[in-house]
């Protein structure tokens, strides 16, 4: 049974920093793609990274790009997401998701975690 289990969420303020990890279990690890997306209730899911088996390469969404760097561990299964410079307009559950196919910027992954939330006061 496939698991992602994301932990590292919280309360944050603005300019600070978090890591966020997603671990996970029952995967094919170096043959999975990996990635981080998040969800503002009342808006659509929104893509904010990936990155491919061996770690390259990896995509960012322009709104993260030059803060947020992903990031994965092949020893321990883990994917992280190291949020930095971090803005009120962050606040969101951070989901982290695999899929066998290459990494992209689009939201097709075949599992998902349960989410972690960020919040990050002005």
């Known amino acids: 049974q496939v698991q992602l289990v994301e932990s590292g969420g919280g309360f944050v303020q603005a300019g600070g920093s978090v890591r966020l990890s997603c671990a996970t279990s029952?995967?094919?690890?170096?043959?999975?793609?990996m990635g981080w997306s998040r969800h503002i209730p009342g808006k659509e899911r929104e893509f904010v990274a990936a990155?491919?088996?061996?770690?390259?390469?990896?995509y960012y969404a322009d709104s993260v790009k030059g803060r947020f760097t992903i990031s994965r561990d092949d020893a321990k299964n883990t994917m992280y997401l190291q949020m930095n410079d971090l803005k009120p307009e962050d606040t969101a559950e951070y989901l982290c998701?695999?899929?066998?196919?290459?990494?992209?910027?689009?939201?097709?992954?075949?599992?998902w975690g349960r989410g972690t939330q960020v919040t990050v006061s002005s």
């Open positions: 029952g995967l094919p690890w170096r043959r999975y793609s």
């Open positions: 990155i491919n088996w061996f770690g390259s390469p990896t």
């Open positions: 998701a695999a899929r066998s196919s290459p990494a992209g910027i689009d939201l097709n992954y075949e599992y």
